[in-house]
């Protein structure tokens, strides 16, 4: 099926009172659902309502017509993204700007594996970005637990990708048993990769046993990768599977892999989930694919 954003137009009677309070009650509603949903909120005439052109991607357009806020009553204001429903909600700046770096949240914790959700804008490469500040942090000392807290805050906010490892190793390394997290060559108990646009869980390993038994299961392939991607245009065809050889010789340089004939033989099976038509004047349409 196509999805397009869900457009409301919702009436509050004459004006009066009650419409007031009703519609304190429905901002109040919309403010929670924003966190969840980018959900964009209008209010006046119909032919503002219908004039409106949306920056921002909306899952949810509302208008509340013939009603404007009653000082200090504001709108609610589209948040940068929306968060995952099981992290702490979104880091922002004092005025709510959009840009600012989601931070990771611990999905699964059990002392010796971690599950981390990696939100995009965050690298799994040490060299570049903040992996200076991780080479040259003593594991033996590490800073209070202030200094770590503004470390955090800082790399949320700074304008270049930053390093998941940083954060692994400020999150977990002053656990006397994450052996796994303070050690480089263990890649600081990362077990895997993602690129910095992906976002999704990733396995870190805190203890020695927990690194190599999550590093196995990803080795053996008993850890199953699914992911969803939002692309441009429409697919004529709902399912496939895309085969192709994927060379990896030039990885270590170029942080990249190729399709080349030179690769190994490898697969991958998508489904189109949805589709999605943006709100502007060029219905720009995109395809929500799951592989």
């Not at 899952?59 to 709108?75: Q, S």
């Not at 390993?205 to 441009?232: C, F, M, N, P, W």
Request: net charge neutral.
């Amino acid at each position: 099926q196509r999805f397009t954003p869900l457009r409301l137009r919702l009436g509050l009677g004459d004006g009066g009172a009650e419409a007031q309070i009703d519609a304190r009650e429905l901002v109040d509603a919309l403010q929670d659902l924003r966190e969840t949903s980018h959900v964009h909120v209008t209010s006046g005439s119909d032919a503002k309502f219908k004039s409106s052109s949306f920056t921002s991607k909306s899952n949810c357009a509302v208008h509340i017509c013939g009603w404007e806020p009653m000082p200090p009553m504001k709108l609610p204001t589209i948040l940068p993204h929306a968060r995952p429903f099981f992290s702490e909600p979104l880091q922002t700046t004092e005025s709510g700007s959009a840009g600012v770096r989601q931070l990771p949240c611990v999905l699964f914790d059990d002392g010796g594996v971690a599950i981390v959700y990696k939100p995009a804008g965050w690298t799994c490469s040490g060299e570049r970005g903040d992996g200076s500040i991780l080479s040259h942090m003593n594991m033996a000392r590490l800073p209070p637990e202030a200094v770590r807290k503004k470390m955090v805050h800082d790399m949320a906010r700074k304008s270049e990708h930053a390093c998941i490892k940083t954060w692994i190793v400020l999150a977990f390394a002053c656990d006397k048993d994450a052996v796994a997290v303070r050690d480089p060559e263990a890649n600081h108990g990362l077990c895997h990769r993602l690129d910095v646009g992906t976002s999704g869980p990733m396995l870190v390993g805190r203890t020695s046993e927990g690194y190599e038994h999550a590093k196995s299961q990803i080795r053996d392939r008993d850890a199953v990768k699914d992911y969803l991607a939002l692309v441009h245009g429409r697919f004529e065809q709902q399912r496939g599977t895309c085969r192709a050889p994927i060379d990896r010789s030039n990885y270590e340089a170029e942080r990249r892999v190729r399709v080349h004939a030179s690769g190994q033989p490898s697969s991958t099976i998508w489904e189109v989930v949805a589709e999605y038509e943006s709100t502007d004047a060029h219905r720009t349409p995109y395809s929500l694919v799951h592989c």
